[in-house]
């Protein structure tokens, strides 16, 4: 039994990923702030990934706690 670091790293990305994607979709509409990455909500793209890794780093650790209470 050691320290598992997947649980805080995480809890770390779904955060901040919920907070980026939030920015992403309240700033949609201001086509100004996004003409220097070719018109792509890059706020938004980047918290969806986030909050994906985020979730499955959360699984990898229950699963992991999981097989090891077996």
Do not use: C, Q
Not at 11 to 34: K, P, R
Not at 44 to 49: D, N, P, S, Y
């Amino acid at each position: 039994m050691g320290i598992d670091i997947k649980i805080p790293i995480g809890l770390m990305f779904t955060i901040l990923g919920i907070l980026l994607t939030v920015h992403g979709i309240l700033t949609a509409s201001d086509t100004e702030m996004y003409t220097r990455s070719l018109n792509i909500n890059v706020n938004l793209w980047t918290g969806v990934f986030m909050v994906v890794a985020g979730i499955l780093l959360l699984l990898f650790s229950r699963f992991k706690r999981e097989s090891e209470n077996k």
